[in-house]
C-alpha cells in the first residue's frame, strides 16, 4: 500500500510564499503519477495540479495558474511552489497518487492520498 507524506502547510499573509512536498514510500517501482488538490469545510475536493512520472507537461487548476508551480524531484517526490497566495487559498491540500502517466486531473482518477496539510492564508 502506496504511503503518502505531505509537508510544508502553514500561516501566510497575503502576497506571500509557501512550498508543499510529497513524499510517496512503500512503493517499489513507483511509477505513479501524482497530484495536489486542496478542500475546505463543506466543499468538494478541488484540483490544484498533477504531473505524471515521465516528462510530460503538468496541468494546473484555473484558480492556481500562473501562480503555483508542480514540480518533480524524483518518482517519489513532487512539490508544489505556491507564489502570490491569497486568502481563498486556504484549505487542507492534500497528495495523491495513482499508477500512470498522465496529469489526471479528477480525483475520481487517484489511488492513493497523503492525510493532509493546513495552509491559511491571512488577508
Known amino acids: 500500500q502506496v504511503q503518502l507524506t505531505e509537508s510544508g502547510g502553514g500561516l501566510v499573509q497575503a502576497g506571500g510564499s509557501l512550498r508543499l512536498s510529497c513524499v510517496a514510500s512503500?512503493?517499489?517501482?513507483?511509477?505513479?503519477?501524482m497530484g495536489w488538490f486542496r478542500q475546505t469545510p463543506g466543499k468538494e475536493r478541488e484540483f490544484v495540479a498533477a504531473?505524471?512520472?515521465?516528462?510530460?507537461?503538468p496541468a494546473y487548476g484555473d484558480s492556481v495558474k500562473d501562480r503555483f508551480s508542480i514540480s518533480r524531484d524524483s518518482l517519489k517526490t513532487i512539490h508544489l511552489q505556491m507564489d502570490n497566495l491569497k486568502p481563498e487559498d486556504t484549505a487542507v491540500y492534500y497528495c495523491?497518487?495513482?499508477?500512470?502517466?498522465?496529469?489526471?486531473?479528477?480525483?475520481?482518477?487517484?489511488?492513493?492520498w497523503g492525510q493532509g496539510t493546513q495552509v491559511t492564508v491571512s488577508s
Open positions: 504531473v505524471g512520472w515521465s516528462v510530460g507537461a
Open positions: 512503500r512503493c517499489t517501482i513507483c511509477k505513479y503519477a
Open positions: 495523491a497518487a495513482v499508477a500512470g502517466d498522465s496529469a489526471f486531473t479528477s480525483s475520481s482518477n487517484y489511488a492513493y
